[in-house]
Each structure stands twice: as structure tokens, then as C-alpha cells.
Nanobody, 119 residues
Framework: QVQLVESGGGLVQAGDSLRLSCAAS????????MGWFRQAPGKEREFVAF????????SYLDSVKGRFTISRDNAKNTLYLQMNSLRPEDTAVYYC????????????WGQGTQVTVSS
């Protein structure tokens, strides 16, 4: 499976911005759909954002629409999540994932990067 490594998390104040990155191994990154997920302490994992393998189609969790932007650079084998206007409720471990078959088949996962937003 594709190997994924997230980076860019940290501790920020409410209203600040962060950009998460997800580096993928191999030369076939551009053939996979990609997504971001998150899991907060004591809560279940939830979908955050999706981007198709050509980068044309995107979708978002309702609570992050207008604040988060998912993008990808296939030449660099890298996925991004730009997070603006961060809120304490965005605090979670953020994971990137890849899918060969769309939104229902995420099979490769990174180990996550911690995002903490203080109030």
C-alpha cells in the first residue's frame, strides 16, 4: 500500500492558521483519491475533506467549509490541508488517507499529526 506521512501540526490559538502536509511514497500518488480525517479525544474518527486524483473534485465536512482547503501537488507526491480560522473544536489528531476507488475505499493511512487549538 501507499506509505503516508503527515506533518505540520502544532499548538495554536483560536483564529490562527496551520497547513498540514501529507507526503506519499512512490510515483503513483497521482492515481489515488485522497482524504483528511480527524479524531478528537474521546470521540470517533470523522471525515474532514476529500480530493479526487486529478484535484478537480473536492468535498468537506460542513463545519470546516469556508475555513479549510484541501489541495494536492502530484509532481511532489504531497497532499495539503490549509486550515484557517481554527477553533478549539478543531483540536484532534489529523490523518491523511488514500483510496484507489473513491470515498468508500480508503485503505492506506498515515500515523497522524496533532493539532491543538487553545481558546
Amino acid at each position: 500500500q501507499v506509505q503516508l506521512v503527515e506533518s505540520g501540526g502544532g499548538l495554536v490559538q483560536a483564529g490562527d492558521s496551520l497547513r498540514l502536509s501529507c507526503a506519499a511514497s512512490g510515483r503513483t500518488f497521482g492515481t489515488y483519491d485522497m482524504g483528511w480525517f480527524r479524531q478528537a479525544p474521546g470521540k470517533e474518527r470523522e471525515f474532514v475533506a476529500f480530493i479526487s486524483w486529478l484535484g478537480v473534485s473536492t468535498s468537506y465536512l460542513d463545519s470546516v467549509k469556508g475555513r479549510f482547503t484541501i489541495s494536492r501537488d502530484n509532481a511532489k507526491n504531497t497532499l495539503y490541508l490549509q486550515m484557517n480560522s481554527l477553533r478549539p473544536e478543531d483540536t484532534a489528531v489529523y490523518y491523511c488517507a488514500s483510496s484507489p476507488n473513491g470515498v468508500s475505499d480508503f485503505v492506506s493511512w498515515g500515523q497522524g499529526t496533532q493539532v491543538t487549538v487553545s481558546s
